[in-house]
């Protein structure tokens, strides 16, 4: 991590521009995001995990991708990333579903879909939201590839889905993913199968409150990131701790301001203050209930953790992700990157939080 606090004010002023598209405001077209796409056959649609293991369900489709040439090649790992019109094709789809007829904006690696695009005046003011969230999915990857050899993936491409209300939102998680999002998830994290690649798929409500939206969405989109880069099992996995609280913390330090952080903090000093156990919160695995409540106790002890080792050696983040993204075991980078083993950073993150916010 370079920084807790971003010196860029564009960013700030890109994410604040996001909120006045939120808000019904008009700014400027951006010409190169309004060209309508194209319009292949679609494939099959599946729902894959968001930050905890979930079943299927429906089948992927084995034969309707084509290689992107711009996957990294000393990765084979990692599939080639599907094209922007076949990914298009299977939202399209899935969201047809719903009655929606949304035309996409395509920008930078990001394919945003708004009820606003119904209209030409509305597309208008979702192009300018797709910059803005595409700008801020540049800054969350250079903070998450540290420069050196890594098993990076491909150029993803990321879909945000946006809905009017949160009934919307909640008609949108029920048909394409068969959940219901409990009330302090205002933007979940899933992902669609294209051609056996999942593609990263942020469903999110337009809050009308301009902090929540951000810290909701883009929160979200850091977790979609996160995601493509460590595996919840296996070589190249991040305990779950670290994946949830990685995420709030980039929300937290490209951000500005928002509505998350000050939740999670204090929900982390409320449990460590009441005699909650640090490593109790940090031995939890990914497919433990208690990540799915952004609120609770556990997602606001891993923020506070993450935050901690940002604050306490930002190189260190540096080093201990490229570790991991090259293979070497996460708790064996952890205790050799910040000299002490995962638990004993525990019980120093609880008695600092004894005497410190």
Known sequence: ???????????????????????????????????????????????????????????????DSQGDSTAEPTAPEVAPQPLAPEIESVVSESLGRLGRRDRPVAVQGLLLYDPNTRDESG??????????????????????????????????????????????????????????????????TQSIEVGGVAVPFIDAWRDPDEATFRSATGRAIAMALVDARYPLTGPGSLPAWFREGLASQLMAMHVEPDALEPVLRQSGLAYLRNGGSARTALSLPADDPAWIDLTGPAQGVAFLAVQRLAEGDPQGLDRFLQAVRGGEAAEAAFRRVFKASPLTFAATLERHHAVND
Do not use: H, K, W
């Open 1 to 63: 991590m370079r920084r807790l606090r971003p010196a860029n004010p564009a960013i700030a002023l890109a994410i604040a521009a996001v909120c006045g598209a939120a808000s019904g405001a008009d700014p400027p077209a951006d010409p190169a995001a309004t060209q309508p796409p194209a319009q292949p056959p679609a494939p099959l649609y599946r729902d894959l995990p968001e930050s905890r293991p979930r079943p299927a369900v429906a089948n992927p489709s084995a034969d």
């Open 123 to 188: 597309r208008r003011l979702a192009a300018n939201v797709a910059v803005r969230l595409a700008s801020l999915a540049s800054v969350y990857r250079r903070t998450l590839d540290p420069p050196g050899p890594s098993r990076r993936p491909g150029v993803e491409t990321l879909v945000v889905v946006l809905n009017a209300s949160r009934n919307e939102f909640e008609l949108t998680e029920a048909t394409l993913f068969n959940q219901a999002p409990l009330p302090s998830r205002l933007a979940t």
